[in-house]
T-cell receptor, first 114, second 114 residues
Framework: GENVEQHPSTLSVQEGDSAVIKCTYSDSASNYFPWYKQELGKRPQLIIDIRSNVGEKKDQRIAVTLNKTAKHFSLHITETQPEDSAVYFCAAPSLDNYGQNFVFGPGTRLSVLP | DSGVTQTPKHLITATGQRVTLRCSPRSGDLSVYWYQQSLDQGLQFLIQYYNGEERAKGNILERFSAQQFPDLHSELNLSSLELGDSALYFC?????????????FGPGTRLTVL
């Protein structure tokens, strides 16, 4: 079944710097990769997603890149701000269940230091 | 606010007891997912329903069960509770089933087993 790994588990950056979080997946048939942000004590919220027919997608300071050959995708946050501090989860469809649900990565705790 | 509601917000109970968590999906969403998030852990998929029928199962214990009712709300029943069941339980919904659709998360129910 699908296995999603995520690195690093924790990341600290200075305000204004960039942050990059990388995920790898195992099933080459997966074709949709969302990123969720979870602030402390709150619900996970989708911040960006990418489908396999594109290699990159941007939304203001956030971008996601996908390398289908290497089976990895990355979240890039530029000009980080304190409100970017949160846990970020990547996900991929679980093809064990015919793509009915996501398998989430273990999460990356991002701290943006002022 | 995602439009997904969960009750109760907090639940404190004793080992061996049984509890029921309730979820109402966003208006128009037919698919409901349940996740367990233990302290500082990732999102573990438990079970998924679509229009009243079970569609996918994850790592759900036999002591746990769920159902989706004709009005599309869902309940997660946890019985013979153990200390290790203490966690945040999230419900999410999507318009259609499948790991290709954005999932909207509810605020969660924090369960504490003493």
């Amino acid at each position: 079944g699908e296995n999603v790994e995520q690195h690093p588990s924790t990341l600290s950056v200075q305000e204004g710097d960039s942050a990059v979080i990388k995920c790898t997946y195992s099933d080459s048939a997966s074709n949709y990769f969302p990123w969720y942000k979870q602030e402390l004590g709150k619900r996970p919220q989708l911040i960006i997603d990418i489908r396999s027919n594109v290699g990159e997608k941007k939304d203001q300071r956030i971008a996601v890149t996908l390398n289908k050959t290497a089976k990895h995708f990355s979240l890039h946050i530029t000009e980080t701000q304190p409100e970017d501090s949160a846990v970020y989860f990547c996900a991929a469809p679980s093809l064990d269940n015919y793509g009915q649900n996501f398998v989430f990565g273990p999460g990356t705790r991002l701290s943006v230091l002022p | 606010d995602s439009g997904v509601t969960q009750t109760p917000k907090h639940l404190i109970t004793a080992t061996g007891q049984r509890v029921t968590l309730r979820c109402s999906p966003r208006s128009g969403d037919l698919s409901v997912y349940w996740y367990q998030q233990s302290l500082d852990q990732g999102l573990q998929f438990l079970i998924q329903y679509y229009n009243g029928e079970e569609r996918a199962k994850g790592n759900i214990l036999e002591r746990f069960s769920a159902q989706q009712f004709p009005d599309l709300h869902s309940e997660l029943n946890l019985s013979s509770l153990e200390l290790g069941d203490s966690a945040l339980y999230f419900c999410a919904s999507s318009v259609r089933p499948g790991g290709y659709n954005e999932q909207f998360f509810g605020p969660g129910t924090r369960l504490t087993v003493l």
